[in-house]
């Protein structure tokens, strides 16, 4: 009888990534026991915040990744060698962040960083590889951050949160569009974006009224007036935008809700919220039902080895890592920190199954935006 991996549900697969995260806070190859397997293996780290504002994005984004990784070394990983998937929890404090860095910078195995979730994350990791304090490929981070200026060893490849919000606009656009509402689920999200929707509003020639929750998301949205504009972009994650339409059940006036990516309307419909609101969220990759061959391996791949439902998410870690895998692979000769980053800055664009990944001069990734639309009676459309 063949031998078949066991499926795993998400709380055995977070047990797990926290087993790993210990064992990784020392260098690989300084683990007893641990150097010569360290030689004969590729090492890919990602880093993960799963502070309570961001694990949501991160566990999804992880699955999704790990995944990828179990695929690709069920066939043989890179070169004939196996890959060894180093996910590096962290809080979201600077002290963390630079403890899994140290541990990456540390490990000489290791030749890529590839996929770290959420964008805070993301932002701090790419700001530092831009300040030289980084010297490895920074490979499909979660980077929602418009404004972050990008270097030549950090490869973003999912469209940032200025073409999502262009995407989703365009589609509102019949309604004669002059004013939108922002609305911020935390203060930390207040101060993380306020900016940057400002900027992207002000570019698309839009009047912005900002809305911040203090701590209770719903009781910000009982508060809203006859004033408040109709169109409201939500910033913040899937428990912060269930109270705040929720809070919304009661106002007379019809809105409708713009979510980013960070949020998963599954989740949303789950917690039975936004009876009464339409949801329209944005994510940077295809719709989880779509045929695309990239879409099809990761829906038969998730549901073989975890017990988990597709999600826009977990779609976007697969693809981080798959994309990853494919430039790595194509490598001639050794793989090495440096022959890796030389690889990355080398590959213009790669079709990954349907999934097209090009670069601008400002080294941004095409805008590919799907979107998804939660209606009045529940239903999720696209």
């Known amino acids: 009888m063949p ?3 066991p499926v ?7 047990q797990r990534a926290s087993a790993l995260t210990a064992a990784a806070a020392t260098p690989g190859w300084a683990q007893p026991g641990k150097a010569v397997a360290a030689t004969r293996s ?5 880093i993960v915040d799963f502070s309570p504002a961001q694990q949501d994005v991160s566990k999804d984004f992880l699955i999704g990744s790990r995944a990828a990784w179990q695929e690709i070394n069920l066939r043989g990983g890179i070169g004939g060698k196996p890959v060894q998937h180093l996910a590096l929890e962290t809080d979201g404090t600077p002290a963390s962040l630079g403890a899994a860095l140290a541990s ?7 030749v890529v960083l590839s996929g770290s979730a959420g964008d805070q994350i993301a932002s701090q ?6 300040q030289g304090n980084l010297n490895i490929a920074h490979v499909a981070p979660w980077l929602q951050n418009s404004n972050l200026e990008i270097d030549d060893k950090t490869f973003p490849i999912f469209a940032a949160r200025q073409e999502q919000i262009a995407y989703a606009l365009k589609t509102l656009s019949v309604m004669g569009l002059k004013d939108l509402g922002a609305v911020y689920g935390t203060a930390q999200d207040y101060s993380a974006y306020h900016g940057e929707l400002e900027r992207i509003a002000s570019g698309m020639q839009l009047k912005l009224q900002s809305f911040q929750s203090t701590g209770d998301a719903r009781a910000l949205g009982q508060k809203l007036t006859s004033g408040t504009p109709a169109i409201l972009i939500f910033v913040g994650g899937t428990p912060e935008l269930a109270g705040f339409t929720q809070g919304l059940e009661k106002q007379a006036r019809q809105r409708y809700i713009v979510a980013l990516a960070d949020v998963n309307l599954q989740s949303l419909l789950q917690m039975g919220a936004a009876r009464h609101t339409p949801v329209i969220a944005t994510q940077p990759v295809p719709l989880v039902n779509a045929r695309m061959p990239i879409v099809r391996s990761y829906r038969e791949t998730l549901g073989r080895l975890f017990d988990e439902p597709p999600t826009p998410l977990s779609l976007a870690g697969f693809i981080a890592a798959r994309y990853t895998y494919e430039v790595l692979n194509d490598v001639v000769g050794p793989l090495t920190r440096q022959s890796a980053l030389t690889a990355f800055q080398q590959r213009s664009s790669l079709d990954l199954g349907g999934f097209r990944i090009s670069f601008n001069p400002q080294r941004r990734s095409n805008a590919y935006v799907t979107q998804s639309m939660m209606t009045l009676d529940g239903r999720l459309i696209g």
């Open 3 to 5: 031998f078949q991996k």
């Open 8 to 14: 795993l549900n998400r709380r055995q697969m977070l």
């Open 42 to 46: 590729i090492v890919v780290a990602q």
């Open 104 to 110: 990456v910078r540390d490990n000489p195995a290791c």
């Open 125 to 130: 990791v790419a700001a530092l590889s831009r």
